[in-house]
C-alpha cells in the first residue's frame, strides 16, 4: 500500500507563500493521479488541485486558481503545492492523496490512499 506524507506546512503571513510536499513511499506507482484537498477549522473537506499521472493535466479550485500550481516529480515520488499570496482562508490542514487508474478528479471520494496532513496557518 502506497502511503503519503506530507510537509511543508506552517506559520504565514497573509500574502507570502508556502510550498507543499508529498513524497509517496511503500509500493509506488507512476499511475497515480495525485490531488491536494484541505479542511479548514469546522468545515468539511474540499478540493484544492489535482494533477494527472503524467503531468499533462491540472485542475483547481476556482478559490486558488492563479495563486497555486500543481506539480509532480515521479522520478522522487513526489507532488508539490506551491501556494502564493496566500489568504487567510487558506489556513487548513492539507491533505494529499492518491487515485490508481483514474483522471484527476476533484472528489474526494475518487482517491484511495491519503496523507495525514500538514497544517498551514495564514495570519494578517
Known amino acids: 500500500q502506497v502511503q503519503l506524507v506530507e510537509s511543508g506546512g506552517g506559520l504565514v503571513q497573509a500574502g507570502g507563500s508556502l510550498r507543499l510536499s508529498c513524497a509517496a513511499s511503500?509500493?509506488?506507482?507512476?499511475?497515480?493521479?495525485m490531488g491536494w484537498f484541505r479542511q479548514p477549522p469546522g468545515k468539511e473537506r474540499e478540493f484544492v488541485s489535482a494533477?494527472?499521472?503524467?503531468?499533462?493535466?491540472?485542475t483547481y479550485a476556482d478559490s486558488v486558481k492563479g495563486r497555486f500550481t500543481i506539480s509532480r516529480d515521479n522520478a522522487k515520488n513526489t507532488v508539490y503545492l506551491q501556494m502564493n499570496s496566500l489568504k487567510l482562508e487558506d489556513t487548513a490542514v492539507y491533505y494529499c492523496?492518491?487515485?490508481?487508474?483514474?483522471?484527476?478528479?476533484?472528489?474526494?471520494?475518487?482517491?484511495?490512499?491519503w496523507g495525514q496532513g500538514t497544517q498551514v496557518t495564514v495570519s494578517s
Open positions: 494533477v494527472s499521472w503524467r503531468g499533462g493535466s491540472t
Open positions: 511503500g509500493r509506488t506507482a507512476s499511475s497515480y493521479a
Open positions: 492523496a492518491a487515485r490508481m487508474w483514474g483522471w484527476a478528479s476533484q472528489l474526494t471520494s475518487d482517491y484511495a490512499h
